[in-house]
């Protein structure tokens, strides 16, 4: 009882940097938990802010993200604001559509819209009377072994900040990192691969979607990609992945029709060729990093999470949803050691680092994977073959994307069934194969025996044996 209060008598200042979509909903887990929470965000306050730049318009919100946010009570605000895609849609080049479900019925993912969880989250955060929210605060540098901040404002002037625990949840290129970079025995590999993405915006038709709202609409072409999620607004946002290179060929509006006319024709239309042409010049391609990391911590006072200690390409459509299930993996980490953060550092690296790693790895195979000889007939062949298998043995054979989507097995864990998984699959096609084979053997063996059984009643009737 004692220790309780005195922790109580001074509740410890977690400062959160980074007010996107990690960072607000680890303001919210930090809060729920009693913390003096202080979140510092660099850009202003999205939901006052009139234009939102910023990264994907929508995204796919699956399993282990809505987890997270069940955690500290939004899933249902959250789903009820997102549209569920229950399959994809492959789009062959032919114009023709084939749905390729996600699973059984109540297996889907959600399409949401990323400023609105963003500001959703915020407004959640804001609501725990232990947080304040500090936007127009970017942070310039941190010391590691004071813990001291500092922090820039637009208008050039500077405060320094004091906090028992940092969360670094500033991204990608994050601030808190770099004072990690700067350690011994701290291992950092970023990667930038050769495709750039740029978003399309598919408006209604006569006030409706203009194609199937419930599925993840997919153009498989190999090297080039384009997706399509679902909004609210019954518009879709499409996004065309594609090497930088390509992108920097085409550079008239002609050329831009022409490319399409060529590898994704059905949309032309449904974008119309006027706003495709608007919207193709209107922003450059924008670059995919891959980031791994480890550790994750330095000693008690600094934690990354989400994109700054893991940033994937979006080909696995994990990135948030691995980072709000980081989270939760933090905050069972604090159960267990009684919110000691010289315990609970450290283990968070030891359990947390082998999962995003896995998550990071799968992102890029199935980016290398799509692009080498991914085209519509070969999307539609694997995940038949997937799900057929599944269907046949549903506890032996569980395609790796169930896994990843819609379980909470660890990342992981979920490669190493996969790999075992082909084993299987592989002891499996030699038996069907050695089964063939023996069958027609036996078949032909049958064929001669019955002959000769033949042959030998017609020579002992011919010599009356
Ligand atoms: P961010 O969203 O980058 O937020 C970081 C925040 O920190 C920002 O608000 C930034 O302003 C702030 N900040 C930065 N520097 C500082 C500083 N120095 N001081 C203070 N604040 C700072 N994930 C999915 O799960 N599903 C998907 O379908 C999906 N699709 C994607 C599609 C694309 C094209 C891309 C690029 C990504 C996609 N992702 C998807 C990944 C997802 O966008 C990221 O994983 C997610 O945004 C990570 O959240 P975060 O809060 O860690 O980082
Ligand atoms: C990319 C960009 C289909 C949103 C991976 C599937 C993605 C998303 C897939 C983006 C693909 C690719 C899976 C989901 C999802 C598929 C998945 C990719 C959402 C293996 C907003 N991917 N994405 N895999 O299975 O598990 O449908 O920008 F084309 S959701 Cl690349 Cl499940």
Same mark, same amino acid.
């Given at each position: 009882?004692?220790?309780?209060?005195?922790?109580?008598?001074?509740?410890?200042?977690?400062?959160?940097?980074?007010?996107?979509?990690?960072?607000?909903?680890?303001?919210?887990?930090?809060?729920?938990?009693?913390?003096?929470?202080?979140?510092?965000?660099?850009?202003?306050?999205?939901?006052?802010?009139?234009?939102?730049?910023?990264?994907?318009?929508?995204?796919?919100?699956?399993?282990?993200?809505?987890?997270?946010?069940?955690?500290?009570?939004? /899933? /249902?605000?959250?789903?009820?604001?997102?549209?569920?895609?229950?399959?994809?849609?492959?789009?062959?080049?032919?114009? &023709?559509?084939?749905?390729?479900?996600?699973?059984?019925?109540?297996?889907?993912?959600?399409?949401?819209?990323?400023?609105?969880?963003?500001?959703?989250?915020?407004?959640?955060?804001?609501?725990?009377?232990?947080?304040?929210?500090?936007?127009?605060?970017?942070?310039?540098?941190?010391?590691?072994?004071?813990?001291?901040?500092?922090?820039?404002?637009?208008?050039?002037?500077?405060?320094?900040?004091?906090?028992?625990?940092?969360?670094?949840?500033?991204?990608?290129?994050?601030?808190?990192?770099?004072?990690?970079?700067? #350690?011994?025995?701290?291992?950092?590999?970023?990667?930038?691969?050769?495709?750039?993405?740029?978003?399309?915006?598919?408006?209604?038709?006569?006030?409706?979607?203009?194609?199937?709202?419930?599925?993840?609409?997919?153009?498989?072409?190999?090297?080039?990609?384009?997706?399509?999620?679902?909004?609210?607004?019954?518009?879709?946002?499409?996004?065309?992945?594609?090497?930088? $290179?390509?992108?920097?060929?085409?550079?008239?509006?002609?050329?831009?029709?022409?490319?399409?006319?060529?590898?994704?024709?059905?949309?032309?239309?449904?974008?119309?060729?006027?706003?495709?042409?608007?919207?193709?010049?209107?922003?450059?391609?924008?670059?995919?990093?891959?980031?791994?990391?480890?550790?994750?911590?330095?000693?008690?006072?600094?934690?990354?999470?989400?994109?700054?200690?893991?940033?994937?390409?979006?080909?696995?459509?994990?990135?948030?949803?691995?980072?709000?299930?980081?989270?939760?993996?933090?905050?069972?980490?604090?159960?267990?050691?009684?919110?000691?953060?010289?315990?609970?550092?450290?283990?968070?690296?030891?359990? #947390?680092?082998?999962?995003?790693?896995?998550?990071?790895?799968?992102?890029?195979?199935?980016?290398? $994977?799509?692009?080498?000889?991914?085209?519509? &007939?070969?999307?539609?062949?694997?995940?038949?073959?997937?799900?057929?298998?599944?269907?046949?043995?549903?506890?032996?054979?569980?395609?790796?994307?169930?896994?990843?989507?819609?379980?909470?097995?660890?990342?992981?864990?979920?490669?190493?069934?996969?790999?075992?998984?082909?084993?299987?699959?592989?002891?499996?096609?030699?038996?069907?194969?050695?089964?063939?084979?023996?069958?027609? !053997?036996?078949?032909?063996?049958? !064929?001669?025996?019955?002959?000769?059984?033949?042959?030998?009643?017609?020579?002992?009737?011919?010599?009356?044996?």
């Amino acid at each position: 009882m004692e220790r309780s209060a005195s922790r109580q008598s001074r509740k410890k200042v977690v400062a959160v940097v980074g007010g996107g979509l990690v960072g607000a909903l680890n303001a919210c887990f930090f809060a729920k938990r009693g913390f003096d929470v202080e979140l510092f965000e660099s850009r202003e306050d999205i939901r006052r802010a009139k234009i939102v730049k910023g990264r994907s318009i929508n995204l796919a919100l699956s399993h282990r993200g809505r987890q997270a946010l069940k955690h500290v009570g939004l /899933e /249902e605000k959250i789903v009820a604001q997102g549209i569920p895609m229950h399959a994809r849609m492959i789009h062959s080049l032919d114009g &023709k559509q084939s749905p390729i479900p996600y699973g059984r019925k109540g297996q889907y993912i959600l399409s949401v819209d990323r400023a609105n969880l963003n500001k959703e989250l915020l407004t959640a955060a804001e609501t725990y009377p232990n947080t304040k929210m500090n936007f127009d605060h970017k942070l310039q540098d941190w010391n590691a072994e004071t813990g001291l901040m500092t922090f820039v404002r637009l208008d050039g002037s500077k405060e320094q900040v004091k906090a028992d625990l940092i969360v670094g949840c500033d991204g990608a290129f994050s601030a808190v990192r770099k004072q990690f970079l700067r #350690r011994s025995r701290f291992d950092y590999s970023q990667t930038y691969i050769p495709h750039g993405y740029m978003e399309l915006t598919m408006p209604p038709i006569n006030g409706e979607f203009a194609m199937k709202p419930n599925y993840l609409h997919i153009w498989p072409r190999n090297t080039f990609m384009m997706i399509a999620l679902p909004n609210l607004d019954k518009t879709f946002t499409c996004t065309l992945f594609m090497p930088f $290179e390509d992108f920097e060929k085409i550079t008239t509006g002609d050329e831009v029709i022409e490319f399409f006319q060529k590898y994704f024709p059905d949309t032309i239309p449904l974008i119309g060729a006027d706003t495709l042409q608007r919207d193709y010049f209107r922003l450059p391609a924008q670059a995919m990093v891959s980031v791994k990391c480890n550790p994750y911590h330095i000693g008690d006072t600094c934690v990354l999470m989400g994109d700054a200690a893991h940033a994937v390409v979006p080909f696995y459509g994990q990135g948030m949803n691995a980072g709000f299930e980081d989270c939760i993996v933090f905050d069972e980490i604090m159960d267990q050691f009684n919110e000691d953060f010289r315990a609970v550092l450290p283990e968070y690296t030891r359990v #947390r680092v082998p999962d995003d790693h896995a998550i990071a790895d799968l992102a890029m195979y199935n980016y290398i $994977e799509m692009r080498a000889h991914v085209n519509s &007939k070969w999307f539609i062949f694997r995940k038949y073959v997937d799900n057929i298998l599944h269907f046949f043995m549903p506890k032996t054979i569980i395609p790796l994307y169930t896994m990843v989507t819609f379980t909470r097995t660890r990342y992981h864990e979920a490669v190493k069934r996969w790999h075992w998984q082909n084993k299987v699959k592989y002891l499996e096609k030699m038996c069907f194969y050695t089964a063939l084979h023996l069958s027609t !053997v036996i078949s032909k063996v049958t !064929v001669l025996s019955e002959a000769a059984l033949k042959a030998a009643a017609t020579l002992s009737k011919q010599f009356s044996i």
